[in-house]
């Protein structure tokens, strides 16, 4: 009675075998787009992954104050590594120069800008000398009133929001560091002491430094391959549901079920050879992907994938994926009655499970709503669970929760596909 089972399902997985060797466009689809997509969009990602030095953002500069306070902005944009500067004679000409898309960034400092900010700092510092009875004939000054200045930023229309944010950010710490460099001065200046002998301090007395997980007492620093591996290997994987489901359409339309049906060949075991065979597939293409992580970027400059005592657990994360994977596309084939309905439909859940996921888009940058959503899609599991492997170096009991929700999506999946189809066949 085994012996029976295991060889009609060996001839079901040999003949799923045979069907797929002979679409050599469909093996083209399901290895090698995966690996140029994984390449392509590692190159456009990785400078966000690089630090600051290693790239440099033409800036447009218009200097209308001439003073101390622009040397300034000028030398500390300068010394950032961040930026190119080049100068520009007029705002107008910038300005243009930006809006057309020729240039991320133009900033214009203000006329006056050095003088206006000492006369304000001059006024705040004999203020407060005044009321400690140190400057006694300042209160008998009328304070000029001193109109703000603005330091204009022009970005390109097409610039991301979080660009923006960062330079207006960074600008604002820039002016503020001035500004108090300014106050210390004038307070040394009005108490008479020598320039040339500080009596205040100006570093920064509260420092930032990021801790870093670490491993054999080395820090582990995430790149662009380390987020770009599990995630595009992932959308691979789910991405063989639109083959498979349009396979198991073809068949039904073809009459092969119908011959099955003269024979004792149940359902599930028909199932069963197609998920042996895709779940193969699964692992050839996870294979192939962190090869091309480990070889093929270090090759052309991108940060390589360190799977160092890593591989099992993240050979168990990409087979309980693509389990689910395959549930989902055998579910689909069941319910669908034509290769028009699935292949659309198919290709459209992949990319909605994986926006859902957090492969496009971060889950924590997300709506709160959408959050919430995200923790119902089979990818967000899976994807968890390769971060888990890949940067948290955790271990086979912290991906417990998400490979037994990956399990129990790929049961419940294969037995709703068992019970319609028995359903269908029952009328």
Request: hydrophobic share 50%; glycine share 6%; net charge negative.
């Given at each position: 009675?085994?012996f029976?089972?295991?060889?009609k ?10 069907l797929?060797?002979r679409?050599?466009g469909g093996?083209?689809i399901l290895f090698?787009?995966?690996m140029?997509?994984?390449v ?5 990602q990785?400078?966000t992954?690089?630090t600051?030095?290693?790239?440099k ?10 003073g ?7 030398d500390?944009?300068?010394e950032?590594?961040s930026?190119q500067i ?6 107008e ?11 991320q960034?133009?900033?214009?400092i203000?006329?006056?800008l ?23 004939d300042?209160?008998?000054v009328?304070?000029?009133?001193i ?9 390109d229309p097409?610039?991301?929001?979080s ?5 207006k ?12 460099q300014s106050i210390?001065?004038a307070f040394?200046s009005?108490l ?9 301090d ?6 930032f ?18 987020h770009n ?5 992932l ?6 549901i ?5 396979n ?16 004792p060949?149940n ?13 193969g597939?699964?692992l050839?293409q ?7 992580g480990i ?12 799977v160092?005592g ?16 395959i549930?989902l596309?055998?579910?689909?084939g ?9 292949a659309p439909f198919?290709?459209t ?10 492969v ?5 940058v997300m709506?709160?709503?959408?959050q ?8 967000n599991w899976?994807?968890?669970a390769?971060y888990d492997?890949?940067?948290r ?10 490979i037994?929700l990956?399990?129990?999506f790929?049961l ?8 319609y189809n028995?359903?269908?066949n029952?009328?």
């Amino acid at each position: 009675m085994h012996f029976a089972i295991m060889h009609k399902l060996w001839a079901s997985t040999y003949k799923e075998m045979l069907l797929l060797l002979r679409d050599l466009g469909g093996i083209a689809i399901l290895f090698v787009m995966p690996m140029l997509l994984l390449v392509v969009i590692t190159l456009v990602q990785d400078s966000t992954f690089k630090t600051i030095s290693d790239i440099k953002i033409p800036v447009l500069l218009v200097d209308n104050d001439k003073g101390e306070v622009s040397k300034n902005i000028i030398d500390n944009l300068s010394e950032s590594n961040s930026f190119q500067i080049l100068q520009k004679d007029t705002e107008e000409e910038a300005k243009e120069a930006v809006f057309a898309g020729k240039y991320q960034l133009a900033i214009v400092i203000p006329e006056s800008l050095s003088t206006s900010l000492q006369k304000k700092v001059n006024q705040n510092v004999e203020g407060i000398l005044s009321k400690f009875g140190l400057e006694e004939d300042s209160l008998l000054v009328e304070k000029e009133t001193i109109p703000v200045k603005e330091v204009r930023l022009y970005f390109d229309p097409a610039t991301q929001v979080s660009f923006k944010s960062s330079v207006k950010n960074g600008i604002d710490k820039m002016i503020s560091k001035i500004e108090t460099q300014s106050i210390y001065k004038a307070f040394q200046s009005e108490l008479g002491e020598d320039e040339d002998e500080s009596i205040f301090d100006t570093e920064n007395f509260i420092a930032f430094k990021e801790i870093l997980p670490t491993k054999n007492n080395e820090e582990i620093i995430p790149n662009s391959a380390q987020h770009n591996v599990p995630a595009w290997t992932l959308f691979a994987i789910f991405f063989i549901i639109v083959p498979l489901s349009i396979n198991l359409v073809k068949e039904k339309n073809q009459g092969t079920f119908v011959r099955l049906r003269t024979q004792p060949v149940n359902y599930a075991t028909v199932l069963g050879g197609k998920t042996i065979v895709y779940l193969g597939v699964c692992l050839i293409q996870f294979t192939l992907m962190l090869l091309v992580g480990i070889y093929l970027f270090p090759a052309i400059g991108l940060p390589g994938v360190d799977v160092t005592g890593k591989l099992p657990l993240l050979y168990v994360v990409a087979l309980f994926s693509g389990l689910a994977a395959i549930g989902l596309g055998l579910l689909l084939g069941t319910i669908a009655k034509t290769q028009e309905q699935v292949a659309p439909f198919g290709a459209t859940m992949v990319v909605i499970l994986a926006a859902l996921g957090g492969v496009w888009v971060p889950v924590f940058v997300m709506p709160k709503f959408m959050q919430l959503t995200s923790k119902i899609s089979p990818m967000n599991w899976g994807l968890e669970a390769f971060y888990d492997v890949f940067l948290r170096n955790v271990s086979f009991v912290k991906i417990l929760p998400e490979i037994s929700l990956l399990l129990l999506f790929f049961l419940l999946t294969i037995l709703i596909a068992i019970i319609y189809n028995r359903s269908k066949n029952a009328v």
